[in-house]
């Protein structure tokens, strides 16, 4: 026995192609192995006469009016891939308040407005799922949510921007930083204005969803104060990547006692350990925990068939729940109240990179009281370094400085804790 399930979708992107084009490759499939019928009734747009890249399926209404979609009684379910913020809420408020499922890959929205959204969904009895939000394919929010039930999650680090993981792995063989944009961009892997994923705040925004799955903190872009990777070069990287280490954006959050440590930041990942091998677009998310150790998940974190693909697996679960009448809303952790603090606040070791003889840093590091090993020519590691006496190094010397993945110093962090700190070394 076959059900039907009316489902409406509000934007026409690449995204929401993608989402068309798995729905009808797969329509046999699903109906098949999961006895359901997913019909697309309408699609909204901002222009109905826009060329398109994909092709409708028979019968499926395209409108320009959200209203049309996210308020026609017949429709049970809505797919928002619009990509905008003010728009797409008050789509998905309208639809849930109409007592709708809703699925989204909205991260900007789910990061800044989720919790809103979620405590409405429960108020209405609506499922509102959004895995494709972060990490592309990779079903990361999923798996925080099933699979760690029963076990404490300590930290969750990973490469979750796949522009910039592309740029830093095209930097690290010498492209320079516009080259690898110009290369990102033609081949459709960044935007023409990339601010966001460059700047650190794409992979912020996703941090803080993770922080609400794992911990069931919010956070806020001010407390992440993202770095991004607009200040490396490409000498920087290459000679990185020639003495042992890639760098890589990596958005890291861990908790330790009542105090939950945070970072975007381009960070040296040592070239044994596994997040160092992430190259391309690829994403991956590693997930320290007390039962279960280090679990490592990778999969395409940009494309539109990878994107598309979560989102309906979140449309079939959503389905699901419509025909047994039942609701859940993916939730974050019940909500606590944690000390917020960066990782560069926190003493660590740091690759430094610039045109500065040994002697120079040593000086330095007799005065400022540090320790420093020279790798090669214009490459140090530098031990012991403080927030303020890193400030000072960087006004007396023109050394780029990288944060060495898993080095922080737990032993001078003042908070007395039960809880033993973990250093992820990824």
Same mark, same amino acid.
């Given at each position: 026995?076959?059900?039907?399930?009316?489902?409406?979708?509000?934007?026409?992107?690449?995204?929401?192609?993608?989402?068309?084009?798995?729905?009808?490759?797969?329509?046999?499939?699903?109906?098949?192995?999961?006895?359901?019928?997913?019909?697309?009734?309408?699609?909204?747009?901002?222009?109905?006469?826009?060329?398109?890249?994909?092709?409708?399926?028979?019968?499926?209404?395209?409108?320009?009016?959200?209203?049309?979609?996210?308020?026609?009684?017949?429709?049970?379910?809505?797919?928002?891939?619009?990509?905008?913020?003010?728009?797409?809420?008050?789509?998905?408020?309208?639809?849930?308040?109409?007592?709708?499922?809703?699925?989204?890959?909205?991260?900007?929205?789910?990061?800044?407005?989720?919790?809103?959204?979620?405590?409405?969904?429960?108020?209405?009895?609506?499922?509102?799922?959004?895995?494709?939000?972060?990490?592309?394919?990779?079903?990361?929010?999923?798996?925080?949510?099933?699979?760690?039930?029963?076990?404490?999650?300590?930290?969750?680090?990973?490469?979750?921007?796949?522009?910039?993981?592309?740029?830093?792995?095209?930097?690290?063989?010498?492209?320079?930083?516009?080259?690898?944009?110009? #290369?990102?961009?033609?081949?459709?892997?960044?935007?023409?204005?990339? #601010?966001?994923?460059?700047?650190?705040?794409?992979?912020?925004?996703?941090?803080?969803?993770?922080?609400?799955?794992?911990?069931?903190?919010?956070?806020?872009?001010?407390?992440?104060?993202?770095?991004?990777?607009?200040?490396?070069?490409?000498?920087?990287?290459?000679?990185?990547?020639?003495?042992?280490?890639?760098?890589?954006?990596?958005?890291?959050?861990?908790?330790?006692?009542?105090?939950?440590?945070?970072?975007?930041?381009?960070?040296?990942?040592?070239?044994?350990?596994?997040?160092?091998?992430?190259?391309?677009?690829?994403?991956?998310?590693?997930?320290?925990?007390?039962?279960?150790?280090?679990?490592?998940?990778?999969?395409?974190?940009?494309?539109?068939?990878?994107?598309?693909?979560?989102?309906?697996?979140?449309?079939?679960?959503?389905?699901?729940?419509?025909?047994?009448?039942?609701?859940?809303?993916?939730?974050?952790?019940?909500?606590?109240?944690?000390?917020?603090?960066?990782?560069?606040?926190?003493?660590?070791?740091?690759?430094?990179?610039?045109?500065?003889?040994?002697?120079?840093?040593?000086?330095?590091?007799?005065?400022?009281?540090?320790?420093?090993?020279?790798?090669?020519?214009?490459?140090?590691?530098?031990?012991?370094? $403080?927030?303020?006496?890193?400030?000072?190094?960087?006004?007396?010397?023109?050394? #780029?400085?990288?944060?060495?993945?898993?080095?922080?110093?737990?032993?001078?962090?003042?908070?007395?804790?039960?809880? $033993?700190?973990?250093?992820?070394?990824?």
């Amino acid at each position: 026995m076959t059900t039907t399930i009316e489902v409406g979708m509000l934007g026409l992107g690449t995204v929401g192609s993608g989402v068309v084009e798995r729905l009808t490759r797969s329509a046999a499939k699903i109906e098949q192995t999961q006895g359901i019928r997913l019909h697309l009734a309408a699609v909204a747009v901002n222009h109905l006469n826009a060329p398109r890249t994909v092709q409708l399926p028979i019968g499926t209404r395209l409108t320009d009016s959200l209203t049309n979609v996210v308020c026609d009684r017949k429709i049970q379910l809505v797919i928002e891939v619009m990509g905008t913020v003010a728009t797409a809420k008050k789509a998905i408020v309208a639809a849930l308040n109409q007592g709708k499922a809703v699925v989204t890959a909205n991260k900007d929205l789910i990061a800044t407005a989720g919790p809103e959204l979620a405590a409405l969904a429960k108020k209405q009895g609506c499922d509102l799922f959004y895995e494709a939000s972060v990490a592309g394919g990779i079903p990361i929010l999923r798996t925080l949510t099933d699979s760690y039930v029963t076990d404490n999650v300590q930290a969750v680090s990973g490469i979750i921007n796949g522009t910039a993981n592309y740029m830093l792995s095209a930097m690290a063989t010498g492209q320079s930083y516009e080259q690898a944009l110009a #290369t990102a961009q033609a081949a459709g892997y960044a935007e023409a204005d990339p #601010t966001n994923d460059v700047a650190g705040i794409d992979a912020a925004y996703k941090l803080m969803i993770f922080s609400r799955f794992a911990f069931g903190q919010e956070l806020s872009l001010p407390q992440i104060a993202p770095t991004g990777i607009t200040h490396l070069s490409a000498s920087v990287c290459r000679l990185a990547a020639e003495n042992g280490w890639q760098i890589k954006l990596l958005a890291q959050i861990q908790r330790h006692g009542s105090g939950l440590y945070c970072r975007v930041a381009p960070v040296a990942v040592p070239v044994d350990q596994p997040l160092s091998q992430i190259n391309g677009v690829q994403n991956a998310v590693a997930v320290q925990s007390e039962a279960i150790g280090t679990s490592l998940y990778t999969g395409p974190g940009a494309g539109s068939t990878a994107t598309a693909n979560s989102v309906l697996n979140d449309v079939l679960v959503a389905a699901k729940h419509l025909i047994n009448g039942y609701r859940m809303i993916r939730n974050q952790k019940r909500s606590v109240s944690l000390t917020v603090t960066r990782f560069d606040q926190l003493p660590q070791t740091y690759l430094g990179i610039g045109p500065v003889a040994p002697e120079a840093v040593k000086y330095y590091a007799n005065e400022a009281d540090f320790s420093v090993k020279t790798i090669a020519d214009d490459c140090y590691q530098i031990t012991g370094l $403080s927030a303020v006496k890193r400030k000072k190094l960087r006004a007396n010397l023109p050394l #780029t400085l990288i944060p060495i993945a898993g080095t922080t110093d737990w032993k001078q962090v003042t908070e007395n804790s039960i809880t $033993s700190p973990i250093n992820v070394a990824i």
